[in-house]
């Protein structure tokens, strides 16, 4: 039992696969996923993104592949990625098979828009040669015809059923390594079909409310509809889709795993809205902070509070801490401890200063620990042999 038990989540025990060279389902941790919006065949200009967006967090990226051209590009983009490429296919199977060749990690595409059994077949086989995985991706506003006539109109039911459909096609081509979305824009909609599909297969599902908006309000949408499901441990990767930069949806998306302590990275700054106590202009010392600390990856926490009636108390949880106080000079805090003052002129500089060396410690840290455990894993080794 947890010492603070209505922190935890239980994930939903799912099967694990690979997206190359990353692990989705299982304990793996919840990756974070987004697309590129440039042109497939202007191929630096899709590196680039690419990039972007892995050093912005990605953990996975997507790429369209609507023709031939695009296929092609796909091997350089591939090549110079530091992270797994999915393939977006649509319908042209020929397009999914150029696809794994090129050295796709994972194919999205849907069995059931293929065609004939023998292009599904085709499809899986190029997939099993190239060591791909594939993403069945069901969305509301593409159901199946005869589905939309039985239901009416796009309903849980008939988006888990859509996405049971491709399922069986995988599967009786003896295919297991694939995952399943259920998008829709709304974010009931959304819910209720992620929350039926969980219960109806063990495969890792990802997560996306499809459409959600621009950068504020989808990023909004996207906290309810996705934050519920992962509070309720439903969901292994997943994606932010805005209609904004993709390095902002990978850094909603990494918000959204932080808040509910499912991913840890950089720094996660509490700050109170201040007030007419403020010590010090603390929106404004925010959003330089934030700026400033962007490429810090280890996982900690800071808080900047305007004054006294919430710093000392919210210091006490956090890595490092300032609290306003008055004559232009604030506390800073220590592992939750108060340590020196420092002049509002000088703080900003000073807590990137402290952060930083804080991240330096911490990563000294860790790989200590890791040298550790392989010199024991080592050792147990040699008493085995
Ligand atoms: S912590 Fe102090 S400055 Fe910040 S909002 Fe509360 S009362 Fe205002």
């Known amino acids: 039992m947890s010492i603070r038990p209505w922190r935890d989540i239980a994930r939903r025990p799912s099967r ?12 793996a941790p919840i990756s ?45 983009i591939v090549a110079a990625s530091p992270v797994p490429i999915v393939a977006d296919i649509h319908f042209h199977y020929k ?69 049971l459909r491709h399922i069986r096609l995988l599967e009786d081509n003896d295919f297991r390594e694939y995952k399943i ?37 989808g990023s909004i949408k996207s906290a309810i509809g996705l934050g519920n499901l992962l509070w309720m441990g439903i969901g292994d990767t997943l994606r932010v889709s805005l209609s904004a930069d993709p390095v902002e949806e990978v850094k909603v998306g990494y918000e959204i795993l932080k808040s509910l302590n499912l991913r840890h990275k950089g720094v996660t700054i509490i700050s109170c809205p201040s007030c007419a106590r403020q010590g010090f202009d603390v929106i404004r010392t925010v959003a330089m902070l934030e700026e400033r600390l962007e ?31 008055g004559a232009g000079s604030g506390m800073v805090y220590l592992s939750g401890v108060a340590d020196h003052k420092i002049g509002n002129g000088e703080m900003i500089d000073h807590i990137v200063d402290l952060v930083e060396q804080k991240a330096e410690a911490l990563e000294a840290e860790r790989a200590a620990q890791e040298a550790d455990a392989g010199a024991e894993a080592a050792s147990a080794g040699q008493a085995a042999q």
């Open 16 to 27: 694990k696969i690979r997206v190359g060279k990353v692990e989705v389902g299982g304990d």
């Open 32 to 76: 974070v996923q987004t697309m590129t919006n440039t042109l497939t065949t202007d191929i630096r200009g899709t590196i680039a993104q690419v990039r972007a967006c892995a050093e912005a967090g990605a953990d996975i990226v997507r790429v369209s592949c609507p023709d031939q051209d695009s296929t092609k590009a796909l091997k350089t």
């Open 95 to 163: 397009r999914a098979i150029e696809a794994a060749e090129a050295g796709a990690a994972c194919l999205r595409i849907n069995p059931g828009n293929i065609g004939s059994d023998a292009k599904v077949r085709e499809v899986v086989k190029a997939a099993k040669d190239h060591g791909c995985s594939i993403r069945i991706g069901v969305n509301a506003g593409s159901l199946e015809r005869d589905l939309l006539e039985r239901y009416a109109e796009p309903c849980p039911e008939a988006m888990v059923e859509s996405g």
């Open 181 to 217: 979305s259920l998008k829709a824009s709304d974010v009931f909609l959304t819910s209720a079909a992620y929350m039926a599909m969980a219960d109806a297969t063990d495969a890792p599902l990802h997560l996306g409310v499809t459409e959600a908006g621009g950068r504020v309000s």
């Open 295 to 325: 490429h810090v990856a280890t996982p900690m926490t800071l808080s900047i509070i305007g004054c006294v009636v919430n710093g000392p108390g919210e210091a006490r949880e956090t890595d490092i801490g300032f609290t306003g106080g």
